[in-house]
């Protein structure tokens, strides 16, 4: 199925396995007249990047971006723009192995289910590395929204038990810790049970959360295209996703209507909330105030420990997975989330233009 | 937008206001020869049907459903199913007053700032009656997965504090029990507490749990077409639901990778796993065990008591909301979650069809 | 398939059989605010209807289109409009017999390879009654590009041999006219070449035109969803259409360069065109210009004449198809063009405001 | 908008300006297991090259390919298949005038309209280079035809006033002529048009066709995704391409019922047809008879004859356009319409699989 595509109006389809010689995305739909260069692209690609700590695998990827299309004189042309990112340091050699048997939290068995075989290499098209097309083109829908007075920011809520108190929220502590967490205390906290972690031959889950500030109130569709409904499928579709929540998320199947509910009230001549439990989507559309999404990422399933599993011919064998491996997933998924919530917020801000007669009058008569 | 169609091969799109003459859904895509009647379908609209309890509103609706195309002979033959439900008992006179002032927890603000204006009437496009057209769909879906050997089960997990202990699972409960729960215990409990917060003129959240069972491994796609993302956005896109979890869903980000790795053995010959935590989707493709999606449920927005609110000439004003409102929303909402979760599935298997060049071969040259 | 949709913003749906219960649409991304009444959808029913003249059949069907939701005290709400039209004179009886056998020109053949079976009573799904949905989703998008200042004119250029003289051209003729000609005295040599055809126990193909005028530059994408490739499906699609063409259409085959190229020219100080062989069209793009379109439409495949077939036996028989048939299928086919003219560019319209961040700004920052 | 993508199962992205850095296509959706080289893709670039007679320019184009994902030991692997063609010998130098002025018969006006500016090197994305990456997805899709026993074949029909003789067909004339005409006679008629045309410093029209033979009765979708409404935007969406036929195409308005229609008959067990005026298609859905599409293509735009425009800043002027320009389109257009076609019509049997029922069963219970 052609399900390599995401976003209505802005639209990108990623391609590209862990191993094959690059990765990459196609961006259709984005407006004319942005300034953009493979600096505003690379500074991403670098989030995701390993090698930077103690707690992320020493891998090298240089993942460098090249702009192959859709660019004139430094700006967007409104036709589709590629971007390429070659691989470099991955070597094949060290994946022979696994190529015969099922690797456990692994999509190896579904592969081989689907499609009757499967490209073994390093994972192929579902590595974390197929995040690259998802974060390149996140770049430039971020700057987009960034053009229209919206930030999306991500950042790691909580790593195992640890969690981070939003109440010392530091913004800069995201880009600088190696956990992306917004609080360096907690983060100090974090790396120590991820160093535990790693001696006991394992690996951690932890949780990722995302905030949308500057959004107009309105954007969305109040039935299947609910803001949140498209944020939960972009969300969920980052691999090793299991849970997506949207402002109180789950705390609301133990709340009551007085306590959940946001009254509205004035604030500078607008309409606004006393509280934000709806996390700014209220029928599927946003309501003016901070979006919020959290995500529950699983631990990264390749260990060094001994598990059971079963290879190809239908044998129960015993194996170690070699390689080198995050400790967890989240501090390099957190650039991700943001990525695809800046691809579907935007997405959804271009389908809106038309939702009133008069806004397609002003705009064919002005 | 044109955001009131879900899915690709099997594509359904509702229509209908609350308070208007009808409500309805095309089916698009349903293959030809499935044996269909009005009662498959009205069989699954009475389980939305309110009325039958203490716990539910007392407002009466018929929703009896008409075919109106697309099955001859009593077969569908391939072309689109149009299904309409005739609003019969709604009086528009109940809503007038709520015309003027933003409702808290409800869509109303956001529909004006999206549209400039809005249908009023108990909640117009927006309410829960647009779910009629989604469970019509889904009883559709459903006997057809049924014909494949596949079966979608919803029901009640919790209701505010109250949870069913799946240990002691009865599917006959689901259907009986006025809280759809499989656990006829814990549904007395939750009766209780409902009565006791419609005392309080209150409401309460609730989760609710779907399971898959018998579905093939290999379905679903490895990126944005995963069958969780899908799921995700399907579920997501029922009226109050703001969590989604898959498998273990929010407690794998406390898990450690050799907790959560789900061991692969065999079994009666084929590959099959020694736990679950996974939910059944490995890689966005279906392993082949149960799979389970977790949805959480706000509160009925509409409560007795008095609120703070804004009304449309951006006064702040007290409300308090009158007519009939059910205490939790969830017992209702199974029945949506179990026909959304089908008609996914569904449309994941028809697109899974040309997944390899072999299929192909053996479909064009049988 | 969901293959009863089309447009990508502005989308609709369309169900139903000749002789099934009802035929409708819906109307799904219809702005908010426009005024709407079931008699703006009516009389572009009307102009579909036979009985009406000698060269039309006398079949009798009144066609009452009913609005189901989507418009509120007047006004189109945003969400979703359902229309329906219900069948009321059409008697299965008289098709009992077409059940056995395979209709030369018909798709019955075609959908018993399909589909393993078919609704055999009057066509079906491919009767000229499928019409009824565009025709009535048209009504609504041409009401909207009136609001645009944007006409879109169809009527029919031939007739067998006779053929329109536009420099004649009267457009009351179209609406008053049996054959749709803007021409009264072509149209009168038409009908008696009409009149004799059916003598002959025969029919006859014809041509139609459609114009769109008013329509800005810009509209319209480069490469697959070029204006004139999503006009060439919308009129294609349209059944017993063999032929679309666009400007010149077939004559630029035998032309030179130096004739075909439209050289442009200032006109009230913008820019415009000297000639218009390219149809308004230019890379897929509108440049401003009228639009222009024709198709070419096969003779009605129902003919009283005895013709060689096949029955579901295989056996090669002879038959003789009772009923009573239009000898022409264009005059009523006309109005159907308009209405697929105008869906397709209306929705090239909403998917171009966001072609440029200046608009997105523009509109965003009000 | 998303306009750079075509089809739903299989679906292609191409990307690329005429001189940018390269030129490419995402093909998402093709099924897992096919052979697949670089080879078998370039043959089908050589084909649309240049350089190769006195009738195409002397600019030298590489258009080496490079498959960059989707392939592992040969094989396709089910996912995205990325082809890069590099810009190599494109200066840009040669064009620098033409930014300021609108070159009479091209998409230089338009864009500037709808995008506030343009890439003007060489036509960017509206070059004849944009079909790079038709041809490349093409290529893949005919191959999988192949597998399936459907051959599609395009050659020119006619150049100016030169018709080809298909009773003398000549399928080895069609890969080895200037004229890719099917009758070497008619080609030296044709290269001697040409040779005149150029001399008078101007370009001809022409004409191509298509034909799919061994496609199975049944493929194609009965409303709006009709086979040929799908052929015709795929081959309207050619450039330069001003009208498309399938079958009789205009002559069925000129035409009667009883010359028009195609009997049905008995041929070695199987229904067949008499005659194929309906160009094997029947209300969308193919017939088992041999599809025939016809496509007529304007004059090269540019032509060394000087012509009145308008430049940039709305004054008239005279021009001359430099540089090398084919004086004619048709022959290097040929593999194009072949594989859009391709794309098409596999698109839709991948689509058809899931049309019944019992196809369901047999696939998820063999």
């Not at 990525?339 to 997405?347: E, G, K």
Request: glycine fraction near 10%.
């Amino acid at each position: 199925m052609a399900g390599s595509s995401f976003g209505t109006i802005f639209r990108i389809t990623t391609w590209g396995e862990s191993h094959g010689k690059a990765l990459g995305v196609v961006i259709d739909g984005c407006p004319a007249g942005l300034s953009l260069c493979e600096d505003d692209i690379q500074s991403y690609l670098n989030r995701r990047k390993p090698g930077t700590s103690s707690i992320t695998t020493p891998r090298r990827e240089g993942d460098l971006v090249e702009i192959l299309s859709g660019v004139f004189e430094g700006k967007t042309t409104g036709t589709p723009i590629s971007l390429l990112v070659r691989n470099t340091s991955q070597i094949s050699g060290d994946y022979s192995e696994i190529a015969s048997y099922y690797r456990p939290g692994h999509a190896d068995y579904t592969f081989d289910q689907k499609y009757g075989f499967r490209d073994y290499r390093g994972g192929g098209r579902s590595s974390g590395r197929e995040t690259i097309g998802r974060v390149a083109a996140g770049a430039i829908a971020a700057k987009l929204l960034q053009e229209l007075g919206i930030t999306v920011r991500a950042y790691t809520r909580s790593i195992g038990p640890v969690e981070a108190d939003l109440s010392k929220f530091d913004a800069d502590a995201i880009l600088s810790t190696p956990t992306a967490m917004p609080d360096r205390e907690a983060d100090a906290r974090a790396v120590a049970y991820l160093e535990q972690t790693k001696k006991d031959l394992d690996s951690s889950g932890g949780c990722m959360e995302c905030m949308i500030q500057g959004l107009p109130a309105g954007i969305g569709d109040p039935v299947f295209e609910k803001l949140d409904a498209n944020l939960a499928k972009a969300i969920m579709s980052i691999g090793a996703v299991k849970a997506v929540e949207i402002g109180d998320g789950c705390e609301v199947s133990r709340s009551r209507g007085s306590q959940n509910n946001d009254a509205f009230c004035m604030k500078d001549g607008t309409v606004s909330k006393k509280t934000n439990h709806a996390g700014g989507i209220l029928g599927g559309i946003s309501d003016g105030s901070t979006v919020t999404i959290r995500a529950h990422v699983k631990p990264t399933p390749s260990i060094y420990r001994q598990q059971d599993t079963v290879n190809r011919s239908g044998e129960e064998i015993e194996v170690c997975i070699k390689g080198r491996h995050d400790p967890i997933i989240v501090p390099r998924a957190v650039v991700v989330m943001e990525c695809m919530t800046a691809i579907t917020v935007l997405d959804a801000m271009m389908v809106n233009m038309s939702a009133k007669l008069d806004s397609l009058r002003d705009f064919y008569h002005d």
